[in-house]
């Protein structure tokens, strides 16, 4: 997927979002796209290119070949690789597109990544590509986008790309117990996954998957479910769910009653109503 250049006309866009990742607040970029007529000129990314085509059909001219991308596929160019991009045809394209760095890419995997085939038939994970790309998107909450990233970039390394899985030994409960009380110390601000790693001298990747395999649950979905439990002590204690969401950490009442919802069955609202003498 391209990403250098001027869109023309009235129906085209393209819009970058920014994502701090690590411990040094290094910065992944997306791009979501819509172009009928723009085409790209010949040019290349420091970084990988991982996009999803959304709509419509783009050629680019790669490795020396033509090739193609439908609705569902991802694509996948090499840092440094040159490449265009335009429509084929006359109903234009879109695509969603992460821009991540090789240790970003293969956090999960022992061996740098190479992908002989550009374009990748997985539904399954163009699909969970596009949702996080969205809700990126929409704000999430970075510990959520941070949660879910590696997991998915490292199954595109090691399912598509010449990467073997990284070996994670059988961490145990031990790393579970220390990002829990990281997390349930920092509720307000959450440290990055990167941050504990580095506390921890493991990887992103190894400190989700220690997690995951000890809890069945990704840090953020805990920490959410935690915060949801000290919003329940608040609330019992009369505190308003205006003022409760910001005390533990949700980005504001909206935020909190989904998560509510999700856990207990019930707003805040009602929860609070049920519960106070």
């Known amino acids: 997927m391209s ?7 009235p129906e085209e866009y393209a819009r970058w979002t920014r994502l701090p990742l690590g ?8 791009m979501t796209a819509s172009f009928t007529a723009h085409r790209y000129a010949p040019h290349a990314h420091p970084e990988f290119a991982v996009g999803i085509c959304t709509h419509g059909a783009e050629v680019i001219d790669y490795r020396g070949e033509r090739i193609r991308a439908r609705p569902g596929s991802i694509v996948v160019l090499g840092p440094g690789e040159a490449h265009t991009g335009g429509p084929e045809g006359d109903g234009g394209y879109g695509y969603r597109a992460f821009y991540p760095s090789m240790a970003l890419l293969t956090d999960g995997a022992c061996t740098d990544a190479h992908f002989a085939d550009p374009v990748i038939d997985d539904p399954g994970l163009a699909a969970a590509l596009r949702a996080l790309h969205t809700a990126v998107d929409r704000g999430v909450e970075p510990l959520e986008a941070e949660s879910r990233l590696p997991w998915l970039l490292t199954a595109l390394a090691c399912r598509h790309g010449r990467a073997r899985p990284a070996a994670t030994a059988a961490l145990g409960g031990g790393v579970a117990r220390a990002v829990r009380d990281r997390l349930a110390d920092e509720l307000t601000d ?9 506390d921890l001298g493991l990887s992103r990747y190894q400190v989700l998957r220690a997690f995951r395999d000890a ?6 979905a805990w920490l959410a479910q935690h915060r949801v439990e000290r ?12 003022e409760v969401a910001g005390l533990v950490g949700f980005a504001d009442q909206a935020h909190l009653t989904r998560w509510f919802r999700r856990v207990l069955g019930a707003t805040p609202a009602a929860y ?6």
């Open 3 to 9: 990403g250098r250049g001027e869109a023309r006309g």
């Open 23 to 30: 411990p040094d607040h290094s910065p992944l970029y997306l």
């Open 190 to 198: 959450p440290p990055s996954l990167a941050a504990i790693g580095v």
């Open 215 to 220: 809890t069945g649950m990704p840090p953020y």
């Open 231 to 242: 919003a329940r002590g608040l609330l019992e204690a009369g505190h308003r769910p205006a």
């Open 272 to 277: 609070r109503r049920g519960v106070r003498p």
